[in-house]
């Protein structure tokens, strides 16, 4: 019994039919008629320097990357993402060996309050809570290890914060 590429794809397309599955974005329901957005430096309302554009500017290469939404300035935008960095937590999440009152390697949480604002109206179409996560060991120079660390989570909150944004959850 010989099959086509034609008929296999037909066979393919029958199955996955009925799966949920769909081509194409699926954007939130509040944000359906979205198609631009403007990021702005986040504010900051840790005692952390300098974090605001870091994080700011990891979550447009993110956006850029995802491609769901044209980043454009505030003055053009459909919506308009404000982001504020309101806590860091940092923990210890292993001690060193033969020193329980040493750290060995870290946890560290940054938490990020976020609001989506029609740009015309001025209507909230969403708001919401979101982290990023990472680890670090501890070292020589612990301040600069950690700054690199909060690039880690900067990334990790881009991903957490671009899946509601685009896709609901």
């Known amino acids: 019994m010989k099959f086509s590429a034609a008929t296999a794809a037909l066979a393919a397309t029958v199955l996955l039919a009925g799966c949920g599955y769909k081509l194409g974005e699926i954007r939130p329901t509040p944000m359906r008629a979205v198609r631009t957005i403007a990021v702005p430096t986040f504010k900051n309302k840790t005692f952390e320097p300098r974090i605001d554009v870091l994080f ?17 300035g505030d003055d ?7 982001c504020t960095i309101d806590r860091i937590e940092r ?15 870290f946890g560290l949480r940054v938490f990020v309050k976020y609001e989506v604002q029609d740009r015309v109206t001025g209507a909230i179409l969403m ?5 990023g996560n990472t680890t670090f060991f501890s070292g020589n120079d612990l301040q600069t290890i950690e700054r690199q660390a909060f690039s880690n989570a900067a990334s990790d909150l881009a991903n957490t914060l671009m899946a509601e944004v685009s896709e609901g959850w």
Do not use: F, P
Request: charged share 25%; proline share 0%.
């Open 56 to 72: 700011a500017d990891t979550l447009v290469k993110r956006m850029q990357q995802d491609g769901t939404y044209e980043l454009v």
């Open 91 to 105: 923990r210890s999440l292993r001690s060193v060996q033969n020193n329980v009152l040493a750290t060995s390697e």
């Open 127 to 131: 708001r919401g809570n979101a982290e």
């Open 76 to 82: 053009r935008a459909d919506a308009v993402l404000y």
